[in-house]
């Protein structure tokens, strides 16, 4: 097991939106290092962070053979886009 010192002493009101891009981060590494494959689970399956609720409050990683999360970052602009490409289709 391993404390992180700053999660533990952490008093603010944004703790889980804070920690979630780093818990992110860590999971995306582990599954490109492949230390998802040999888990014993059928997939798909998926890692969320949850509240003391059990609420959802984001899915971290999918692991699925055919299905590929997309996140925030990779969606910036792709309406955008979308509307420039449609414009381009309309036009012609």
Same mark, same amino acid.
């Given at each position: 097991?391993?404390?992180?010192? *700053?999660?533990? $002493?952490? #008093?603010?009101? @944004?703790? &889980? #939106?804070?920690?979630?891009?780093?818990?992110?981060?860590?999971?995306?590494?582990?599954?490109?290092?492949? @230390?998802?494959?040999?888990? $014993?689970?059928?997939?798909?399956?998926? =890692?969320?962070?949850? @509240?003391?609720?059990?609420? $959802?409050?984001? #899915?971290?990683?999918?692991?699925? @053979?055919? $299905?590929?999360?997309?996140?925030? *970052? &990779?969606?910036?602009? &792709?309406?955008? *886009?979308?509307?420039? =490409? &449609?414009?381009?289709?309309? #036009?012609?």
């Amino acid at each position: 097991n391993i404390m992180i010192e *700053e999660w533990a $002493t952490y #008093e603010g009101d @944004d703790f &889980l #939106e804070s920690v979630e891009p780093s818990l992110r981060n860590i999971l995306c590494r582990m599954k490109d290092a492949g @230390d998802f494959d040999k888990v $014993t689970i059928l997939k798909p399956y998926s =890692f969320v962070l949850v @509240d003391e609720e059990k609420e $959802t409050i984001a #899915e971290l990683l999918l692991v699925d @053979d055919d $299905t590929i999360l997309v996140n925030d *970052e &990779l969606l910036k602009g &792709l309406d955008k *886009e979308l509307d420039e =490409f &449609l414009k381009e289709l309309l #036009e012609k």
